[in-house]
């Protein structure tokens, strides 16, 4: 007897065919995962009349920053100036430890004392020698020597005042007073720090003109020239400004390669020092006829050139339509061709759609809102207008 003899014929095909059931499952190829149905933005393609003012950031400045340090050197004891105050032209900024100049100013006047010395003794020494000579008691050639004495010993003393003025000087520089009214716009120094003789201590922006400042690219420097009016407007809104340029840079900045222009505008309407404004230079703006726009976002990268998603309305499906982008304005893109008035166009989530997706049009949540609550007031209404035909039925009966 074998060993299988313990199982019957039919459990043995029973599991034979569980078997080949199983094997057969293994084998077969799981069904794809269909795609999801995206919600999509869209924009209507339509025509309106081209008319670009491209605006720059800019930034308000003072016409004349001067940066102000001590013309001695010297260890900082005091900083009154502080940060945004403003200042009036002789009014104290900044001091130095003065003793060593006041040391050096007392020698000074020392040396003059010896020196008016020496010249006086030398001025009499010359008057009897003079007397002297008049009498021919002397020669000639010491009365030269006796004037000789007494113009070096007057050039001494014209060395020394000029030393003590000098030291005078270098004392009265351990003050750091403003030369101007204006604003303080930086603090480069503090107490305690030791500076050299012309190191910036504070940065202090002149009263009166102001300045627009902003950067133009290469291609659209030579555009703009002196003289050209510009429109600002403020960052937090306000009216609008008109300033025309009053400088353009010569040369490319290092690192941005940009050129920096400077528009004069009224210090009586500029808004506040350091503000952020927007100019639009009038030599840059571009009017035209009509053309389609479409907002940067719908277009996309397809091989070497710039296609959008365009919506099949009764399929719900989108496809691909290469496009051809002719300028830019703003934020939105002018297109040249590929286009048509009329075409729905997909303006946001470019990026996760394939072509032939099935797509739905995507609603705010205010608006899915107003929707269902529009539904669900036309219920009771399609109600009432039910149960009053059963009653005209009924009652035509």
């Known amino acids: 007897m074998t060993a299988s003899s313990g199982f019957s014929p039919l459990a043995r095909g029973a599991a034979w065919l569980l078997l080949s ?3 057969l499952a293994g084998c077969s190829q799981s069904k794809p995962a269909e795609e999801p149905v995206r919600a999509v933005k869209l924009v ?12 720059f950031s800019a930034e308000v400045r003072a016409r004349v920053e001067s940066r102000l340090g001590f013309r001695v050197a ?3 004891t005091k900083r009154q100036a502080e940060l945004g105050q403003h200042v009036q032209a002789g ?8 003793q ?3 040391l050096a100013a007392e020698a000074a006047r020392a040396q003059l004392a010896a020196a ?3 010249r006086d003794l030398a001025a009499a020494d010359l008057k009897r020698y003079s007397e002297l000579r008049e009498q021919n008691f002397i020669s000639g050639a010491e009365l030269e020597r006796r004037e000789s004495t007494w113009k070096a010993a007057q050039a001494q003393l014209e060395q020394a005042q000029a030393q003590l003025s000098s030291q005078g000087n270098q004392a009265s520089y351990t003050t750091l007073v403003a030369d101007v009214a204006g604003i303080i716009t930086a603090i480069e120094a503090e107490p305690g720090q030791v500076v050299q003789a012309g190191t910036p201590v504070v ?5 009166g003109a102001r300045d627009v400042v902003f950067a133009v690219p290469e291609d659209r420097a030579a555009l703009i020239k002196p003289g050209s009016p510009v429109t600002v407007r403020g960052w937090s809104g306000g009216s609008e400004l008109q300033g025309q340029v009053r400088e353009v840079a010569a040369s490319a900045d290092a690192v941005t390669r940009t050129y920096a222009v400077k528009v004069a505008i009224d210090a009586a309407t500029s808004p506040a020092l350091g503000a952020t404004v927007y100019a639009r230079p009038q030599a840059l703006a571009r009017t035209g006829g009509a053309v389609m726009k479409l907002p940067t976002s719908a277009l996309r990268q397809e091989g070497k050139g710039t296609s959008v998603w365009v919506l099949n309305k009764p399929t719900m499906t989108v496809r691909s339509q290469p496009v051809q982008v002719a300028t830019a304005d703003g934020n939105e893109a002018v297109i040249g061709a590929g286009l048509t008035p009329g075409m729905m166009v997909v303006a946001a989530g470019v990026h996760v759609l394939s072509p032939g997706q099935k797509v739905t049009i995507y609603q705010s949540k205010e608006a899915a809102a107003a929707a269902a ?11 009432v207008a039910a149960t009053k035909k059963e009653i005209a039925a009924g009652a035509s009966k």
């Open 21 to 23: 059931a199983l094997f």
């Open 44 to 55: 209507t393609v339509g025509t309106s009349d081209f008319d670009a003012q491209p605006e």
């Open 74 to 76: 010297g260890k900082i």
């Open 91 to 98: 009014q104290v900024l900044a001091q130095l430890d003065p």
């Open 100 to 102: 060593d100049y006041r």
């Open 116 to 118: 008016q010395t020496n």
């Open 203 to 207: 940065r202090i922006a002149q009263d």
């Open 373 to 383: 609550n529009a539904k669900e007031s036309a219920q009771p209404v399609e109600a």
